[in-house]
């Protein structure tokens, strides 16, 4: 027995612990800030408020992870985010392609339990925090309800990822919540406070069909949306979860202070929305449908945004800025809600797309006035505006990698976040971050270390691509189809396809590119042609008489014909894309951006491609075979296509193909790390979305390694992953490496983005 007699009062039990880095908030932004830093070397704390990892992400408020990719609705090719955020992007997939959010959770718990460096605190909320003198915090104070200990975490460095700022907040950092007025940084996109200043919050529910019918009773505080929702017809049987993103309230008010209140507003909405699909009549097919799930917290839009050394603006995101200091892209539209939400007769969003990928740059990742702290997540140095499109999480998640890398840049020279930037470490940090996966746009990172630059490739095959063959695969032309193909500076080789005429008709095609070299919207026509088609079989052959100033792609597009079938191919190749110029309303895509002339935005196309098992390339024959698929694309640090392929392709027959690198000398080898093709351009949803396949069919699965004498020294078999990265116990000496990949898909040659020796 443990007996205490009375006192005046009593203190709570205090662990403490000391770390490298302390990341506040498991969020994504957190979670992959922490993974990369413990990565690196680092030692971290990472202290989440609730009982599992992910923020918005998690099964308490089940939102789909998005990012540049934007559904696949958007004029970005190529362009889900990479690093620590692809790996679990990839691994969800591989264990939970049909997105149930419960096993998302423990897939994220997963990854930070992998990590030795990574201490876990979760359920412990962070409520104070020590400074060592006005601009630097010395420890972060928090509470575990579950343990009733108090925790205090001290380190030289911190990241805030919470959502709120809790950190930022009460260390001092400058902060600013609201929407900028349209002169401050000349955003021409800049809301009024009639339209709305802050986004709300969001709960959502999930249905379920029993099988039987069941009767629902709703609570007495449910309202009548048919009464109260201006939107109200919207609702169905059909569509809940994330879905049903507009049931958004809180916009006008203290969207931190009064989240207890706002959150009872939107149980009133969401209790009455269920209220209505069982009980208004109107909806018979939800006889059997049972309420399994309502979120018990609710998701946070908006609150503080940090003032870092550089605030992003609308022009950034619009004219794609380039900055010295770019660390990461982000790509998801500007996407401002009006600030009544649910009951706004407005639509529940504004969404305005760039032509593009833009640049983040560093300085809007760490504070302007306390000296070692970073911001990642929602709250990072950018106006209303600009976070509109920074907002989304895997964007949020990509720049928690930088934070984590520059986290350990930081300590390796003894500096804070700051004098990375002002001290001309910038080079240093982008290559530290490529060499782990991050793609920047517009950066052309070279690594003298990596062993691969001096050796010579060989491989059994590449491809030389000058025919897509046709399946007899005949499609009606319902809709405009855009074949992407990488051409060199010079001239563009024509395109040949058989049509079949169904009627006697005129077929309109065009060859178009994108005015910025490595943008994807095709608003520049190199040439237009009308072609006659009888009945029955036609050859036709797009030709443009323009010379490519730059390496570029280019779009060769086949207008729609309803009197036309044109034939596509099975084959897919990595770097080889076609796209349709067709709707996708959930990204406010409607086929094009028509933006009006005074808010700084551009009008233009959207040609997008199609998930599988859609999407397939054109039949088609080139008249100069394309040599862009050489083993030199394995030696840079671009993982995905850009303006050029970026990869290495093998012959589609080559069922084997073997990669030789061999040296003059015997090379002392660490680690090698191989770079698969994942698609980036497939958004991989993590929820909602039952996706057709658990593995990328462009992912090399099988393969083996050997050295000059024959010897296998690496074997893997049912890879699914995209980076590889083989460390070898005892490092191999050897003047040569020799990669057997198998094929996986018989219409997929094998491909592979880059190899890196160390
Ligand atoms: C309703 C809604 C719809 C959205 N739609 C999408 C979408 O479809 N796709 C998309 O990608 N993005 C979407 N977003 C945006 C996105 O969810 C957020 O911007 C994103 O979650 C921000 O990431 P974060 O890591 O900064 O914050 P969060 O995901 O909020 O993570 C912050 C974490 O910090 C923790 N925390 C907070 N305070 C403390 C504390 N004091 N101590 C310890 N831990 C703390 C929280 O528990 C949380 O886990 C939406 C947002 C909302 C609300």
Same mark, same amino acid.
């Given at each position: 027995?443990?007996?205490?007699?009375?006192?005046? !009062?009593?203190?709570?039990?205090?662990?403490?612990?000391?770390?490298?880095?302390?990341?506040?908030?498991?969020?994504?932004?957190? +979670?992959?800030? /922490?993974?990369?830093?413990?990565?690196?070397?680092?030692?971290?704390?990472?202290?989440?408020?609730?009982?599992?990892?992910?923020?918005?992400?998690?099964?308490?408020?089940?939102?789909?992870?998005?990012?540049?990719?934007?559904?696949?609705?958007?004029?970005?090719?190529? /362009?889900?985010?990479?690093?620590?955020?692809?790996?679990?992007?990839?691994?969800?997939?591989?264990?939970?392609?049909?997105?149930?959010?419960?096993?998302?959770?423990?897939?994220?718990?997963?990854?930070?339990?992998?990590?030795?460096?990574?201490?876990?605190?979760?359920?412990?909320?962070?409520?104070?925090?020590?400074?060592?003198?006005?601009?630097?915090?010395?420890?972060?104070?928090?509470?575990?309800?579950?343990?009733?200990?108090?925790?205090?975490?001290?380190?030289?460095?911190?990241?805030?990822?919470?959502?709120?700022?809790?950190?930022?907040?009460?260390? !001092?950092?400058?902060?600013?919540?609201?929407?900028?007025?349209?002169?401050?940084?000349?955003?021409?996109?800049?809301?009024?406070?009639?339209?709305?200043?802050?986004?709300?919050?969001?709960?959502?529910?999930?249905?379920?069909?029993?099988?039987?019918?069941?009767?629902? +009773?709703?609570?007495?505080?449910?309202?009548?949306?048919? &009464?109260?929702?201006?939107?109200?017809?919207?609702?169905?049987?059909?569509?809940?979860?994330?879905?049903?993103?507009?049931?958004?309230?809180?916009?006008?008010?203290?969207?931190?202070?009064?989240?207890?209140?706002?959150?009872?507003?939107?149980?009133?909405?969401?209790?009455?929305?269920?209220?209505?699909?069982?009980?208004?009549?109107?909806?018979?097919?939800?006889?059997?449908?049972?309420?399994?799930?309502?979120?018990?917290?609710?998701?946070?839009?908006?609150?503080?945004?940090?003032?870092?050394?550089?605030?992003?603006?609308?022009?950034?995101?619009?004219?794609?800025? &380039?900055?010295?200091? $770019?660390?990461?892209?982000?790509?998801?539209?500007?996407?401002?809600?009006?600030?009544?939400?649910?009951?706004?007769? %407005?639509? !529940?969003?504004?969404?305005?797309?760039?032509?593009?990928?833009?640049?983040? @740059?560093?300085?809007?990742?760490?504070? %302007?006035?306390?000296?070692?702290?970073?911001?990642?997540?929602?709250?990072?140095?950018?106006?209303?505006?600009?976070?509109?499109?920074?907002?989304?999480?895997?964007?949020? $998640?990509?720049?928690?990698?930088?934070?984590?890398? $520059?986290?350990?840049?930081?300590?390796?020279?003894?500096?804070?976040?700051?004098?990375?930037?002002?001290?001309?470490?910038?080079?240093?940090?982008?290559?530290?971050?490529?060499?782990?996966?991050?793609?920047?746009?517009?950066?052309?990172?070279?690594?003298?270390?990596?062993?691969?630059?001096?050796?010579?490739?060989?491989?059994?095959?590449?491809?030389?691509?000058?025919?897509?063959?046709?399946?007899?695969?005949?499609?009606?032309?319902?809709?405009?189809?855009?074949?992407?193909?990488?051409?060199?500076?010079?001239?563009?080789?024509?395109?040949?396809?058989?049509?079949?005429?169904?009627?006697?008709?005129?077929?309109?095609?065009?060859?178009?590119?994108?005015?910025?070299?490595?943008?994807?919207?095709?608003?520049?026509?190199?040439?237009?042609?009308?072609?006659?088609?009888?009945?029955?079989?036609?050859?036709?052959?797009?030709?443009?008489?323009?010379?490519?100033?730059?390496?570029?792609?280019?779009?060769?597009?086949?207008?729609?014909?309803?009197?036309? %079938?044109?034939?596509?191919?099975?084959?897919?190749?990595?770097?080889?894309?076609?796209?349709?110029?067709?709707?996708?309303?959930?990204?406010?895509?409607?086929?094009?951006?028509?933006?009006?002339?005074?808010?700084?935005?551009?009008?233009?196309?959207?040609?997008? @491609?199609?998930?599988?098992?859609?999407?397939?390339?054109?039949?088609?024959?080139?008249?100069?075979?394309?040599?862009?698929?050489?083993?030199?694309?394995?030696?840079?640090?671009?993982?995905?296509?850009?303006?050029?392929?970026?990869?290495?392709?093998?012959?589609?027959?080559?069922?084997?193909?073997?990669?030789?690198?061999?040296?003059?000398?015997?090379?002392?080898?660490?680690?090698?790390?191989?770079?698969?093709?994942?698609?980036?351009?497939?958004?991989?949803?993590?929820?909602?979305?039952?996706?057709?396949?658990?593995?990328?069919?462009?992912?090399?699965?099988?393969?083996?390694?050997?050295?000059?004498?024959?010897?296998? +020294?690496?074997? &893997?078999?049912?890879?699914?992953?995209?980076?590889?990265?083989?460390?070898?116990?005892?490092?191999?000496?050897?003047?040569?490496?020799?990669?057997?990949?198998?094929?996986?898909?018989?219409?997929?040659?094998?491909?592979?983005?880059?190899?890196?020796?160390?």
């Amino acid at each position: 027995m443990f007996l205490q007699e009375p006192s005046f !009062g009593r203190e709570l039990k205090l662990a403490e612990y000391s770390s490298d880095l302390v990341v506040v908030g498991g969020g994504l932004a957190g +979670v992959c800030a /922490a993974i990369s830093a413990a990565r690196s070397g680092l030692q971290v704390a990472l202290i989440q408020d609730r009982p599992v990892l992910g923020g918005n992400s998690s099964s308490e408020v089940r939102l789909w992870i998005l990012g540049a990719t934007s559904h696949m609705g958007n004029n970005n090719r190529w /362009a889900r985010e990479s690093g620590v955020i692809n790996e679990i992007m990839v691994e969800n997939l591989f264990a939970n392609k049909e997105g149930n959010p419960i096993i998302f959770d423990s897939i994220l718990l997963d990854k930070v339990r992998k990590e030795s460096n990574i201490s876990l605190f979760l359920n412990t909320s962070i409520y104070h925090v020590e400074k060592a003198d006005a601009d630097t915090i010395s420890s972060v104070v928090g509470y575990c309800s579950q343990n009733e200990t108090k925790y205090k975490f001290s380190s030289s460095l911190f990241v805030d990822c919470s959502g709120d700022g809790i950190v930022g907040f009460l260390s !001092g950092a400058a902060f600013r919540m609201g929407a900028e007025s349209q002169d401050e940084f000349g955003e021409k996109f800049a809301p009024s406070i009639e339209y709305g200043e802050l986004l709300g919050h969001s709960i959502y529910f999930y249905s379920k069909d029993t099988g039987q019918p069941v009767k629902y +009773v709703a609570p007495s505080f449910a309202i009548d949306v048919s &009464k109260e929702i201006p939107r109200y017809k919207s609702f169905n049987s059909q569509d809940f979860g994330c879905r049903l993103w507009w049931i958004e309230y809180g916009g006008r008010k203290d969207t931190i202070h009064d989240t207890e209140e706002i959150k009872w507003e939107l149980w009133k909405i969401v209790y009455g929305v269920w209220n209505h699909i069982k009980n208004s009549g109107e909806f018979p097919d939800a006889e059997n449908l049972t309420l399994e799930w309502v979120g018990m917290i609710p998701g946070k839009r908006e609150s503080r945004r940090f003032e870092g050394d550089y605030m992003m603006v609308q022009q950034d995101i619009v004219e794609q800025r &380039k900055h010295s200091d $770019a660390v990461a892209f982000g790509g998801w539209s500007i996407d401002l809600h009006p600030g009544d939400g649910v009951f706004s007769e %407005k639509p !529940g969003c504004n969404q305005w797309h760039s032509k593009g990928l833009y640049q983040v @740059p560093y300085r809007s990742l760490y504070s %302007k006035n306390i000296s070692n702290l970073f911001f990642a997540g929602r709250i990072i140095s950018a106006s209303h505006v600009a976070f509109g499109s920074t907002r989304v999480m895997a964007t949020s $998640a990509y720049l928690g990698q930088v934070v984590g890398h $520059a986290a350990y840049l930081c300590l390796l020279k003894k500096c804070k976040p700051r004098d990375l930037y002002t001290k001309n470490h910038m080079e240093e940090l982008q290559l530290y971050l490529a060499k782990n996966g991050q793609f920047i746009p517009d950066f052309h990172p070279i690594d003298n270390k990596n062993l691969i630059n001096s050796a010579r490739i060989e491989a059994s095959s590449q491809l030389q691509l000058s025919i897509l063959e046709g399946n007899n695969d005949w499609k009606y032309l319902d809709e405009s189809i855009g074949q992407l193909l990488p051409i060199k500076a010079g001239k563009i080789p024509d395109i040949k396809l058989t049509v079949f005429g169904v009627e006697n008709t005129i077929l309109n095609t065009e060859v178009r590119l994108s005015s910025k070299v490595g943008n994807f919207t095709p608003d520049q026509t190199l040439s237009n042609q009308s072609h006659i088609i009888v009945s029955g079989k036609n050859e036709i052959s797009i030709h443009s008489d323009a010379i490519l100033e730059a390496d570029q792609y280019v779009f060769f597009i086949i207008h729609k014909n309803s009197n036309v %079938k044109i034939e596509f191919t099975e084959t897919r190749i990595t770097g080889i894309l076609s796209v349709f110029n067709t709707v996708n309303a959930a990204v406010s895509n409607y086929g094009k951006q028509d933006a009006p002339d005074n808010i700084g935005i551009d009008s233009f196309e959207f040609w997008v @491609p199609k998930r599988r098992p859609d999407g397939k390339n054109l039949a088609l024959q080139i008249s100069e075979p394309l040599h862009q698929f050489n083993t030199s694309n394995l030696t840079g640090l671009i993982q995905r296509p850009t303006n050029q392929t970026n990869a290495w392709v093998a012959d589609l027959n080559d069922d084997c193909p073997v990669i030789r690198i061999n040296w003059d000398n015997k090379q002392e080898i660490k680690q090698i790390i191989l770079c698969f093709d994942p698609d980036w351009d497939h958004p991989l949803e993590t929820v909602l979305i039952n996706h057709p396949e658990s593995v990328i069919p462009f992912t090399v699965q099988d393969y083996t390694i050997c050295d000059d004498e024959g010897i296998l +020294v690496f074997e &893997k078999s049912g890879n699914y992953e995209t980076i590889n990265n083989i460390r070898f116990e005892n490092s191999i000496n050897t003047r040569e490496l020799v990669i057997r990949l198998k094929k996986s898909n018989t219409n997929i040659p094998v491909s592979l983005f880059s190899i890196q020796i160390y």
